[in-house]
């Protein structure tokens, strides 16, 4: 870090802590997503499909805390709610588990291109439980295709999302239980957030954040080399 003169970081808390820590200039420069590809145009569900849809992107890995969707599932199961599937899409070692543990669920496996794209947008509610990204691109990428996420107050999700507006906060996995269970006794409050999850992207789409970068190189090249 201290052979830059300046400092790009994915969310605040790291601008912060670099430029704390270097005294130098640390700015803010999230990554871009594609609203082309990942759009809620993807969507190919049947109209008669009525069961609500958590998904789930990424790596079955401990550090995504994946078991999170398992004790998710025996929660609302403990509550009554059934009428649900999980859709789960990547792949590691805790893909067993998880398939014992979750009541209803469909396993991809690893796909890339349109089968991610039609995959995210034939979700209801993309359920985020990892609390160590400091991004999150997936999130990004469920806001794109017209997916409001559920995600805990850490790492990048707390900067991408806006509670009850373009998504939803959890502080605990007990509080994410409750929240999804409301949203899918009454998943019309669903379609606003659809909205501004597909706005929030367009703003950050990879032409909007390449402009910023562009913007950064002009403002280091105005630095005095010497100075480290």
Not at 50 to 76: T, Y
Not at 97 to 111: D, N, P, R, V
Not at 162 to 185: C, F, H, Q, W, Y
Request: charged share 25%; net charge neutral; aromatic share 10%.
């Amino acid at each position: 870090y201290f052979l830059a003169q300046m400092q790009l970081a994915p969310n605040q808390d790291l601008v912060d802590e670099i430029g704390r820590m270097t005294n130098r200039p640390s700015f803010l420069l999230r990554r871009g997503v594609d609203v082309e590809m990942l759009s809620p145009a993807k969507r190919t569900r049947k109209s008669d499909d009525n069961e609500f849809v958590l998904g789930f992107v990424g790596r079955l890995r401990a550090e995504k805390n994946v078991r999170a969707l398992g004790r998710l599932d025996a929660a609302l199961q403990a509550t009554g709610v059934t009428n649900y599937r999980f859709l789960i899409v990547g792949d590691g070692d805790e893909r067993p588990w998880l398939e014992k543990q979750l009541s209803k669920a469909e396993f991809t496996g690893e796909i890339r291109g349109e089968a991610v794209a039609e995959a995210f947008a034939n979700m209801d509610l993309f359920v985020f439980p990892s609390l160590t990204d400091a991004f999150a691109n997936v999130v990004l990428e469920a806001m794109s295709s017209g997916v409001p996420p559920i995600a805990f107050p850490v790492g990048g999700p707390k900067f991408l999302i806006e509670d009850n507006k373009s998504g939803l906060i959890a502080n605990t996995e007990d509080e994410l239980a409750v929240k999804v269970a409301e949203v899918i006794r009454a998943r019309n409050v669903l379609q606003p957030m659809r909205i501004e999850a597909r706005q929030f992207a367009i703003e950050h789409s990879w032409n909007e954040i390449f402009k910023k970068t562009y913007g950064y190189y002009d403002l280091c090249a105005s630095y005095d080399k010497k100075v480290r």
